[in-house]
């Protein structure tokens, strides 16, 4: 007997770009790209905010690799003094010990593309006041509605609309 699929055809992004995301890994020396795509789980929140991972170098002798870590010049220090603890988890990732030695080059916060990266997230977009009579519009048009839940999102899809609506220009 054969399995009905659920997925109607669709695939997940993470299955449409593996294969590039591995070629473009090893191209830099990971062979595990685990250390790429999840470098906040493996070092932590902290380390992942003041660096990133940008090559891999294996020696001659293959007794374990050279990982470089790009940072912040001001950050380089603290880095610096956890080098080991940095290394011992990037190999805990590995599942051995892949990572000989941590070489730490310091970048400013503008210059070569590499150098453009942002270690933390970006920060939000505060929003703009609302206009009180759009405000106002929305609630007469989620009134009649007897749930709580849905006439808060019925009124945030009418400011959405309203205000849509109201920036817009006529002809376009």
């Not at 010049?73 to 003094?81: I, S, V």
């Not at 000989?100 to 503008?110: E, F, Y």
């Not at 593309?113 to 006041?129: C, I, L, M, N, V």
């Amino acid at each position: 007997m054969r399995r009905a699929t659920t997925t109607k055809g669709f695939k997940r992004t993470s299955t449409l770009l593996r294969d590039r995301i591995r070629s473009a890994g090893e191209s830099r020396g990971f062979a595990v790209t685990r250390v790429l795509t999840h470098w906040a789980e493996i070092v932590g929140e902290d380390m992942a905010r003041i660096c990133r991972p940008v090559d891999v170098k294996y020696g001659r002798q293959g007794f374990g690799a050279t990982l470089t870590v790009l940072t912040t010049g001001a950050q380089a220090p603290m880095l610096e003094m956890q080098k080991e603890t940095l290394r011992n988890r990037v190999n805990a990732a590995y599942g051995f010990y892949a990572i000989a030695h941590l070489r730490i080059t310091q970048t400013a916060a503008v210059g070569f593309a590499d150098g453009q990266a942002q270690f933390s997230p970006p920060k939000k977009a505060t929003e703009a006041p609302k206009d009180p009579a759009v405000l106002k519009e929305a609630a007469e048009v989620s009134a009649p509605v007897d749930d709580d839940d849905l006439r808060r999102a019925l009124a945030r899809l009418a400011e959405n609309v309203l205000t849509k609506n109201k920036n817009s220009k006529k002809g376009f």
